[in-house]
């Protein structure tokens, strides 16, 4: 209750908030990821008191396909820079939870699940979608693996919350991230950045990057990133299996505009990403986590690559055609101590090929006008490959094996129109129709068992959004709409009892209303939002009553509530700047009977009717997974000028993840209760020109906080890492 009175009382002073800062204005780039500077943000307008000279600029959002300010755009969103990224300490995407409110990523190596407002993905398995869509440069990521993909040059990420039922590729019922890498700039010179890192076990990194004016219609910029780093863990037994990360990755882009009217940008990614292994003992263990014991074998590599290529054609009347095409391909390969101990020989390993190619054709109409409109197209296949003989669990003696493919496709068509009612009102209007299916072409040997599966299943949902809009004056706007979200469901692996059930797609139904406000001549900007989630057939793996050694994927039959309110604001009063976010939720599963395959079972448990017993467990009331009650982040630094153009800036970052559920069971005993994060960072910058020297230190108290719990295992956040960055601009 004591952080909870403390976090409202900073909330009230700064009138609430998260790290929401401004993206470069149209044409620009940042050069530099961390110029040591103020941060900056999205613009409030109006004059409410005296002021500094300095206010906070502009923040541009793109989810609803055209570039809108954040503080008259009807969404719940935290953006941030390239720069406030590094200025936070953030590099890759389970670090994201520390700068947004209501958000959790729980990274457990070969997967992450990522949930906002406690809806996202809570299973591992290829045939489960995510609910929180990741997009890089505008096309929806792998959903499942590739999870450490770096974050470096990047123009901005924006964390959109509530379903994104009407606009976004991939239909997404928690909520979407965009990440932007910078773009190429034409006419821009040869300009750039490079930084090179050190830092405690060993760790050594470099990224950069460079803008190519090629002509005065084309250019391309390359970038660059790279990390060697010993393990954070000392391992004992036959197999010591982790000697730390080495990972390089590198970006082409190329644009071209031949004509005013016409755009088209070309990026190319390729990732290396060798983490040597995902080290993990019993979620129940109380030695020292960062101190194991293992006798199988630890491998952790990505290898994976992306071309994105889109059109921009703008009409004489200002509408404008554009075309997003997307091409990934990766492969995977993992291997791990499955009892996390040297005193057992429980062994798992897959290797998983993945191809996923996109395509989404937009007509925007000009910006200009009482009436805007989207209209829109998307199609995607994803398929999935796990070769003979490289998917594998159990023991020597007796493995259980899996090889075939898992192909999915996913078409969707969409619009929206918004519409001046008056000076002050809007009206928005928005619907999706999606269609997606997904087919099992799998055998399997189970412990010397052979199955087979020719399976498929599909899946269909209209959803959409009823906006209104309210701008009270130039510097409050007011929002209230219902807006549904809608994800597929998917096939269940054979386990001999004959072809099993599909589980059916996701539903949720989102309330919401929001302020966002503009103070002080444009200091201090702020968001509050309320919502209120109606959460259908929440998809979950439970044990087979007959079969309880095996999982099966259901649905809830009965609704989950989920409800809060979030608050955001960013503030500049000259040399001092400030952030803050703070979510609360609360969750309650409807009436719900399931079987916990950890436990010996017999006998009938109807999901519905149950009947409640030692192994049918009623769960009705109980949270849901990965749904903390309160998160907040807090952010402050100062900016100490010197002679001949030189500063100092030191800044702070702290954010907190309240405790969480990993199953529905809630069982204590079996490590169920995932434990609360506090996370501090801190970073003292030396600016001289065009020089940025950066001491830098993550997770500050070296706190032991488990980041994941999956199989049974325990998977750690990092412990306390500092070192020394040196940048520099040209």
């Known amino acids: 209750m004591k952080k909870v009175l403390l976090c409202v009382c900073f909330a009230a002073q700064l009138a609430t908030s998260s790290a929401m800062a401004a993206q470069p204005a149209a044409g620009q780039s940042d050069q530099s990821p961390s110029s040591g500077g103020a941060p900056s943000g999205g613009a409030s307008s109006g004059d409410r008191g005296n002021t500094d000279a300095a206010v906070l600029t502009e923040v541009v959002v793109t989810a609803e396909r055209r570039r809108e300010n954040l503080q008259t755009t009807p969404i719940s969103a935290s953006v941030v820079t390239g720069e406030e990224l590094s200025n936070a300490g953030i590099s890759t995407v389970d670090q994201l939870q520390f700068i947004t409110p209501a958000a959790t990523v729980n990274n457990f190596g070969q997967g992450i699940d990522f949930n906002i407002r406690g809806i996202g993905k809570a299973e591992h398995n290829t045939q489960t979608t995510t609910g929180v869509i990741t997009y890089r440069d505008g096309v929806a990521t792998f959903p499942g693996y590739f999870t450490a993909e770096p974050y470096y040059d990047i123009a901005r990420v924006e964390i959109l919350r509530g379903p994104q039922g009407t606009f976004v590729g991939q239909n997404a019922t928690g909520g979407a991230v965009f ?21 405690n076990y060993s760790d050594l990194a470099a990224q950069g990057a460079v803008n190519l004016p090629v002509s005065d219609t084309f250019a391309m910029r390359l970038a660059f990133n790279g990390e060697k780093r010993d393990s954070f863990y000392q391992i004992t037994g036959t197999n010591t299996g982790d000697s730390g990360v080495r990972t390089g990755s590198m970006r082409l882009g190329a644009l071209w505009e031949p004509v005013t009217n016409l755009s088209v940008l070309l990026k190319v990614d390729y990732n290396y990403l060798n983490l040597s292994g995902y080290p993990a003992d019993p979620v129940t263990a109380k030695n020292d986590p960062f101190h194991l014991t293992a006798n199988a074998p630890n491998l952790a590599l990505d290898r994976f690559g992306r071309s994105v290529l889109k059109v921009d054609y703008e009409f004489a009347n200002g509408t404008t055609l554009r075309s997003v095409s997307g091409y990934q391909q990766g492969r995977t390969e993992y291997q791990t101590d499955l009892d996390g101990t040297s005193a057992a020989s429980l062994i798992f390993g897959d290797q998983v090929d993945e191809t996923l190619y996109s395509e989404e054709v937009n007509l925007i109409s000009a910006d200009a006008g009482r009436f805007k409109w989207v209209l829109g197209a998307y199609y995607q296949h994803d398929e999935y490959t796990f070769p003979p003989g490289k998917f594998y669990i159990g023991i020597p003696a007796g493995f259980y094996r899996l090889q075939g493919t898992n192909p999915k496709q996913t078409s969707a068509a969409f619009g929206q129109v918004s519409l001046a009612l008056s000076n002050s009102f809007e009206l928005q209007l928005g619907a999706r129709y999606s269609h997606s299916d997904t087919t099992n072409h799998i055998s399997v040997n189970q412990y010397g068992l052979p199955i087979t599966q020719e399976q498929k299943a599909t899946f269909s949902n209209t959803s959409g959004k009823v906006a209104l809009n309210w701008t009270v004056d130039p510097h409050d706007f007011l929002y209230a709409f219902v807006a549904t979200g809608f994800r597929p469901g998917g096939l269940n692996v054979p386990v001999g009892l004959g072809p099993p059930a599909p589980f059916d797609e996701e539903r949720v139904t989102n309330y919401e209303m929001g302020w966002k406000a503009g103070w002080l001549g444009g200091n201090l900007r702020t968001q509050v939002d309320a919502f209120y989630n109606h959460y259908e057939n929440f998809q979950v793996i439970v044990g087979y009553p007959a079969f309880p050694t095996f999982g099966f994927e259901l649905n809830d039959p009965s609704a989950t509530r989920i409800y809060g309110f979030e608050m955001q604001a960013e503030a500049a ?146 412990p306390r890492q500092f070192g020394l960055r040196v940048s520099k601009s040209f």
């Open 179 to 199: 990440v932007t890498s910078q773009d190429p700039i034409l006419n821009g010179g040869y300009r750039g950045y490079f930084q090179g890192q050190v830092g």
């Open 573 to 718: 009063f000259g040399n001092f700047s400030a952030d803050a976010g703070l979510g609360w939720i609360h969750s309650a599963l409807g009436g719900f009977y399931a079987v916990d395959p950890r436990i010996p079972s017999f006998g009938a448990c109807n999901p519905r009717t149950g009947p409640a017993s030692l192994a049918c467990v009623n769960l009705d009331g109980k949270e849901q997974t990965y749904a903390p009650n309160l998160t907040y982040n807090i952010g402050a630094q100062y900016v100490f000028n010197f002679g001949a153009g030189d500063s100092l800036t030191p800044r702070l970052n702290f954010g907190h993840v309240s405790e969480q559920w990993a199953t529905l069971f809630e069982n204590t005993a079996l490590g169920d209760r995932v434990g609360a994060r506090n996370i501090l960072n801190a970073q003292l910058a030396w600016k001289h020109g065009e020089l940025v020297a950066t001491a830098y230190g993550s997770n500050l108290t070296n706190e032991e906080y488990v980041g994941a719990v999956n199989s049974g295992l325990r998977f750690m956040g990092p």
